[in-house]
């Protein structure tokens, strides 16, 4: 037991020399690991990247100058350190012989106010990052048109081309040159930009003054599709008019007025028909000219080959009109007229229900009144003598 109690303080003393020992060789050990290069902090790398991947892009990031690849990404590395440094992006827009990029906007560079500069200040060197450059290309596209068969149009008679792409916007196309449209845009998803292709839709071709396009039914993608071909609808239109009563055909001009508002005249063959062929779809108004008549004119939608037959009101036609019209109320009147000379010529008219030619029944007369007696005047007589006045009055035995 005494050997026990005697071993406890040295051993207590042995351990607080150790702990001395021990802190006293830690910092040694860490200057030492600091003097030497091969126990030195590791280095930080800070990745750059174009969406879509553009080769040959100029930067300069801490003073060091770099320059993107196939992949279109560069890399630097350097100290790592509690400095800020800077990134410039020298080229803003890159041109190939196939595509056109221009930068548009960065993802990954922590200060949202910097985020459509093409400078970026205050980017750490703390840790490995990855720092992305948005760029939106461009395609060259040409066009050229034909019919629904595949018939050439003229250019020159083509005055507009608009197309309108996935992202709202509406652009207009050259006719006989090319065209630089968007192909592919970076949007910002996930916290991250995404390349996102832009397709198109023909909104608008007008041909010779007349609309022919069906908006949204021709589409294509730059990049995929290089060169457009434009189709518009042609038919064509025959006319002819007839006579409007007696059906025998006439006329020996028409005027055939486009929606374009140009009038075209045509003259009538011996068969008093005209066909305009390759026209553009859209409403026509025809009007046909005949010798001593009149047409109104006819409005035609031309969707398809059309056959207008117009009705022309010939002279012969107001002739005949107007002799029918006549009848219809010369009849009437001649039927009154004589009527009217019969009775005349009878005398006054008959009563009703009375023979024609017999008198006419004279009106009744009402019987006369009696007339009443004058009454005597009363007198004072003796009442015998006023009983023999009274049997003596006319009818007195009767009663």
């Not at 003097?35 to 100029?58: E, K, L, Q, S, Y």
Request: charged share 20%.
């Amino acid at each position: 037991m005494k050997r026990r109690t005697a071993r406890r303080p040295a051993v207590a003393l042995l351990a607080l020399l150790t702990a001395l020992l021990l802190a006293l060789a830690g910092p040694a050990a860490a200057a030492h690991r600091s003097a030497d290069p091969h126990h030195a902090a590791p280095p930080v790398t800070v990745t750059f990247r174009t969406v879509p991947a553009v080769p040959g892009v100029r930067l300069v990031f801490a003073g060091a100058s770099l320059v993107t690849g196939a992949d279109g990404t560069a890399s630097y590395t350097g100290a790592r350190t509690a400095d800020r440094a800077s990134l410039q992006l020298l080229d803003t827009s890159v041109s190939t012989p196939d595509a056109r990029y221009r930068f548009t906007r960065w993802a990954g560079q922590r200060d949202p106010d910097q985020t459509f500069r093409p400078r970026v200040d205050g980017l750490p060197l703390r840790a490995d990052y990855t720092i992305t450059a948005g760029f939106a290309v461009q395609y060259p596209v040409t066009v050229s048109f034909t019919d629904q068969h595949g018939t050439p149009l003229d250019p020159s008679l083509v005055s507009a081309v608009k197309v309108k792409g996935s992202d709202a916007r509406t652009t207009d196309l050259s006719v006989s040159g090319t065209t630089w449209l968007d192909g592919i845009v970076p949007v910002f998803r996930n916290s991250r930009l995404t390349p996102v292709p832009v397709d198109y839709t023909l909104r608008s071709l007008v041909y010779d003054g007349v609309q022919l396009a069906d908006a949204g039914r021709q589409g294509f993608r730059p990049g995929t599709d290089r060169h457009l071909t434009f189709t518009g609808a042609f038919h064509d239109l025959t006319v002819t008019a007839h006579d409007a009563l007696f059906g025998s055909a006439t006329g020996d001009r028409a005027t055939v007025t486009a929606p374009s508002g140009r009038a075209t005249t045509v003259a009538l063959g011996p068969d008093h028909t005209a066909v305009l062929t390759h026209l553009p779809r859209g409403r026509y108004t025809i009007e046909v000219k005949a010798p001593g008549g009149t047409a109104s004119p006819r409005e035609v939608q031309l969707s398809q080959a059309v056959t207008a037959d117009v009705t022309v009101v010939s002279l012969t036609d107001v002739l005949v009109l107007l002799g029918a019209g006549l009848l219809v109320v010369g009849i009437p009147v001649a039927i009154r007229i004589r009527r009217r000379t019969r009775r005349t010529a009878a005398g006054p008219a008959p009563a009703d229900g009375a023979e024609p030619g017999a008198a006419a029944p004279r009106e009744p007369v009402p019987p006369e009144e009696p007339e009443s007696p004058p009454e005597e005047p009363v007198s004072e007589r003796p009442e015998g003598e006023e009983k023999a006045t009274r049997s003596s009055r006319p009818g007195a035995a009767a009663r």
